[in-house]
Structure formats: structure tokens, C-alpha cells
T-cell receptor, first 111, second 117 residues
């Protein structure tokens, strides 16, 4: 699986936007970019995924670079409940492809 | 999103006994489920891929005779930790692929805390 690189931790103020970066310079043409987050003592929660175009849903936006070698997860207004570890993961579209987790980014939200 | 549920959420068992954890996909049929283990302050580590109607595929270093996986139906996979020891105490998480979604999105259960005493 192609590797992703994320900062270990980031801080944000409540109600401000947060941009979580992810580098994936070895991404292949068929890899989807998936983002999950994990709150303490819970299973990971699906956030968003995309292939080439930017994506928006009720939780977040995903901005994908034109060369697909990096992407940014955007939380438009951080809340205290958004404090979690955010994982950026590449995954092929084959049914058997699993998710391989790296270290993720621990997001801390200050009131 | 799709719903994956695990049971029990917490279990304590005595050393040497076996414990079973269930993983269900509640609103879709999952031909493929994945089992992960997570130790405190660490990331998730894939243990095995569970395929409905066939044998599970285990990751290197995971003992298949110790961690028995059964995927008997399209909505249920079970992980049985046999002859549990204190070092097996961990957070076990299952996930299932939703075939209805673009990119074959994977959804996770709530996780199961296992404590072996």
C-alpha cells in the first residue's frame, strides 16, 4: 500500500476552520484517499473519501491536489467534539483491499 | 453511513479461557470483514481479513489457532480469542466493507475492550 505522511499533532481553536494535511507522493492511479477519525475508546469513524475531485459532505471537505500527491481534510468550524486522531489512508478499489493505518494526526481543539 | 456493531463492548475473562467477540453489519451484507487490534496509544493493526464462506486470511505474526475467525453469514463475523493470556488484553475492532458505496467504503464497529486477568 502506498504510504501517507501526516503531522503527529495539530491544535485548533473552537469554531475556527482546521486544515489537516496529508502527503501521499507514491499514490497510484486507482487509489482512493480515505479519511477516518478515532475518538478515545471508540472505533474509527468514516469521515470522507475521494479519488480526484474535491468532495464535500456534512462532516468535512476534502481538497485533493491536482497531481494527487497530497490532500487536505477541512473541518469548517472545529468543535470540542472534533478532538480526535485523524487518519489519512490510501486504498485501492478492489473489494479485498484493507485499510492500513499509520500514526494519524492528533487534533486538539481549544475552547 | 452504514452501521457495524460489535458485542460485547467490554469483557473480562480469566487467563486460559476463551472469549468470543461478534461483529455484525446491520444494514448491508458484508462479504468481507476485517479484524484489528489496538494497544493503548498505538495505531490499529490489522489481524485478519474475514471472507464469508471461506477461511480467513491472517496477517504475518497473528496466530490463526489462537484467534479463530468465523464468517458464517453475510452479516456476522466472530473472533474467538482462545486460551487468553494477559498480553491479549487489547481493544479489538472489526470493520466491514459496504459494497453499495463508491470506493468500497469500510465502516467500523464500536470496538471491544478485552481484559484478561
Amino acid at each position: 500500500d502506498a504510504k501517507t505522511t501526516q503531522p503527529n499533532s495539530m491544535e485548533s481553536n473552537e469554531e475556527e476552520p482546521v486544515h489537516l494535511p496529508c502527503n501521499h507522493s507514491t499514490i497510484s492511479g486507482t487509489d482512493y484517499i480515505h479519511w477516518y477519525r478515532q475518538l478515545p475508546s471508540q472505533g474509527p469513524e468514516y469521515v470522507i473519501h475521494g479519488l480526484t475531485s474535491n468532495v464535500n459532505n456534512r462532516m468535512a471537505s476534502l481538497a485533493i491536489a491536482e497531481d494527487r500527491k497530497s490532500s487536505t481534510l477541512i473541518l469548517h468550524r472545529a468543535t470540542l467534539r472534533d478532538a480526535a486522531v485523524y487518519y489519512c489512508i490510501l486504498r485501492g478499489n478492489n473489494a479485498g483491499n484493507m485499510l492500513t493505518f499509520g500514526g494519524g494526526t492528533r487534533l486538539m481543539v481549544k475552547p | 453511513g452504514a452501521v457495524v456493531s460489535q458485542h460485547p463492548s467490554r469483557v473480562i475473562c480469566k487467563s486460559g479461557t476463551s472469549v468470543k467477540i461478534e461483529c455484525r453489519s446491520l444494514d448491508f451484507q458484508a462479504t468481507t470483514m476485517f479484524w484489528y487490534r489496538q494497544f493503548p496509544k498505538q495505531s490499529l493493526m490489522l489481524m485478519a481479513t474475514s471472507n464469508e464462506g471461506s477461511k480467513a486470511t491472517y496477517e504475518q505474526g497473528v496466530e490463526k489457532d489462537k484467534f479463530l475467525i468465523n464468517h458464517a453469514s453475510l452479516t456476522l463475523s466472530t473472533l474467538t480469542v482462545t486460551s487468553a493470556h494477559p498480553e491479549d488484553s487489547s481493544f479489538y475492532i472489526c470493520s466491514a466493507r459496504d459494497p453499495r458505496s463508491s470506493g468500497n467504503t469500510i465502516y467500523f464497529g464500536e470496538g471491544s475492550w478485552l481484559t484478561v486477568v
